[in-house]
């Protein structure tokens, strides 16, 4: 079935420490994007793609990093956690064709602590 | 750059009452509006959405309507049930080279 993975689901763990929060899409998707988002708040766009080897940073500032290899993985790199940080994430993904503008695909989410 | 606002930020109506959530942008070249529903604990997804040739779109119980001239669109939720409530953000974008830009999100509260 297509759909959008996320791993871990929750996450906790130590300031300094270096993590990756993973993301893949068998949708089919060119198109690829993280949020931040505190539960039920605002989402903020920290990083998107729009294909192999494409990467962006979104509107809010962030101590990540990602990379888009492979079409279907986008994952996530936070080189040194803060507290700061403790926040849920989530991958989303959207087809690209042509003009118009398609509908944004969300995976669960990762919940990260940072202690 | 857009900038989407979105009102109230948290709205509780009665069961069986109707329900609007307004939201503005300020860039005119703005040509599509969706609109995403997230229950609690679960992951957004879009529920329905306008492009800036209409004016409105219905799907049931769920409207969205666009005043291009304002800047302004809706969603309009009638005969609201209990598993309508959940956060909604609107959002506005220029086409598929530009990104969505969200509103900040409204919680939508059902009352038996």
């Known amino acids: 079935e297509a759909d959008i993975y996320q791993t871990p689901r929750y996450l906790v763990i130590g300031t300094g420490k270096k993590i990756t929060l993973e993301c893949s899409q068998t949708?089919?998707?060119?198109?690829m994007y993280w949020y931040q988002q505190d539960p039920g708040m605002e989402l903020h766009l920290i990083h998107y793609?729009?294909?192999?080897?494409?990467?962006e940073k979104g509107d809010l500032s962030s101590e990540s990093t990602v990379s888009r290899i492979r079409t279907e993985h986008f994952p996530l790199t936070l080189e040194s956690a803060r507290p700061s940080h403790t926040s849920q994430y989530l991958c989303?993904?959207?087809?690209?064709?042509?003009?118009?503008?398609?509908?944004?695909?969300f995976g669960p989410g990762t919940r990260l602590t940072v202690l | 750059g857009e900038n989407v606002e979105q009102h109230p930020s948290t709205l509780s109506v009665q069961e069986g009452d109707s329900a609007v959530i307004k939201c503005t942008y300020s860039d005119s070249a703005s040509n599509y509006f969706p609109w995403y529903k997230q229950e609690l604990g679960k992951r957004p997804q879009l529920i329905i959405d306008?492009?800036?040739n209409v004016g409105e779109k219905k799907d049931q119980r769920i409207a969205v309507t666009l005043n291009k001239t304002a800047k302004h669109f809706s969603l309009h939720i009638t005969e609201t049930q209990p598993e309508d409530s959940a956060v909604y953000f609107c959002a506005a974008s220029k086409g598929s080279n530009y990104q969505l830009i969200w509103g900040a999100g409204t919680k939508l509260i059902i009352k038996p």
């Open positions: 306008i492009r800036s």
């Open positions: 989303a993904s959207s087809a690209l064709s042509g003009s118009d503008y398609n509908e944004q695909f």
């Open positions: 793609s729009y294909g192999v080897n494409s990467t």
């Open positions: 949708m089919g998707h060119d198109k």
